[in-house]
């Protein structure tokens, strides 16, 4: 993009904010995992934001430092979950939260499968699995797809995913100039 996806403006708001926003309207705790030295736009006072732990390391290693983060705070259990996202998520409503926690059920994650391959950054993980993620990390491993084959995920195929939303605009991202032009077109 050229420039921090996470301080780009939509709606009124940074794109981080408004994702913030959007997670502090449906769960808590919400924290934000930065790099080292990465300036945030301002953000809600009950955002919880930690550093990433190995700089660089990627999104698992930012979903296990998250993990980590409230394990240590004692802030939830091994069996509570959490829902992860990234930054460049503007079309993101509260209600898909909520709808992928309610098929989670026993799983030890729930992952959608859409517009050809697991979408990681938009979906639900018990803490439980954290194990799981340090292991695959220190295989070198840093994408958090592949926790839904290091234990016994729950996918959902694009067909269910469509009961919620059959365009799955849930799921779009802003990784380029079009897709920031188009976030900027479609929000109010």
């Known amino acids: 993009m ?3 996806k996470e301080s780009l403006h939509v709606a009124g708001e940074t794109m981080l904010g408004r994702t913030v926003a959007t997670l502090l309207g449906c769960t808590a705790p919400v924290v934000v995992v930065a790099r080292a030295g990465q300036e945030l736009p301002a953000l809600p006072a009950n955002a919880r934001i ?3 732990e190995v700089p660089d390391a ?5 979903l296990a430092a998250g993990m980590r983060f409230l394990r240590r705070e004692d802030l939830l259990g091994e069996q509570d979950a959490v829902f992860a996202t990234g930054c460049d998520a503007p079309f993101l409503p509260a209600a898909v939260v909520a709808w992928l926690v309610d098929r989670l059920g026993d799983a030890p994650l729930v992952m959608p499968f859409a517009l ?6 938009c979906a639900v993980y018990r803490l439980a699995v954290l194990p799981a993620a340090e292991a695959l990390l220190g295989k070198g491993i840093r994408t958090p797809r592949a926790l839904a084959t290091a234990v016994p995920a729950r996918v959902l195929p694009e067909a269910e995913l469509a009961l919620f939303d059959a365009s799955f605009r849930f799921l779009h991202n802003v990784n ?3 897709d920031y032009q188009r976030a900027l077109d479609q929000l109010p």
Do not use: S, V, Y
Not at 58 to 62: C, E, K, S
Not at 116 to 121: A, K, N, S, W, Y
């Open 2 to 4: 050229g420039r921090p």
């Open 50 to 52: 930690i550093t990433d």
């Open 58 to 62: 990627g999104p698992l290693a930012a």
């Open 116 to 121: 050809g391959h697991l979408q990681p950054l």
């Open 176 to 178: 380029t100039p079009e």
